[in-house]
């Protein structure tokens, strides 16, 4: 699947979190531990890298929708440039 800039391998299916990021190290355990410590679990994690801009898109398939306090915790981590929730 290629998304601007970014190539990767994909499901695009349920609900998932798109994101953008700065690349640097800790952002994927930011992730990890916010939707941990909110029990919501990771079901895949797939990541694209775009080298010459320095940035990183993933796709983030969870179990369940998250809520907007959530993806508000999720977009003001250190380096994330932007978080939506897909369903589909």
Same mark, same amino acid.
């Given at each position: 699947m290629?998304?601007?800039?970014? &190539?990767?391998?994909?499901?695009?299916?349920?609900?998932?979190?798109?994101?953008r990021n700065e690349d640097k190290p800790g952002v994927i355990g930011s992730f990890g531990m916010l939707l941990g410590k909110n =029990?919501?679990?990771? &079901?895949?994690?797939?990541?694209?890298?775009? &080298? =010459? =801009?320095?940035? !990183?898109? !993933?796709?983030?398939?969870?179990?369940?929708?998250?809520n907007d306090d959530i993806l508000q915790e999720l977009s003001k981590l250190p380096h994330v440039i932007m978080v939506k929730q897909l369903l589909l």
């Open positions: 290629q998304i601007d800039n970014f &190539s990767l391998e994909a499901v695009p299916e349920g609900n998932i979190l798109f994101t =029990k919501i679990n990771i &079901s895949r994690f797939q990541l694209g890298l775009d &080298s =010459k =801009k320095g940035e !990183a898109l !993933a796709l983030i398939n969870i179990d369940q929708p998250i």
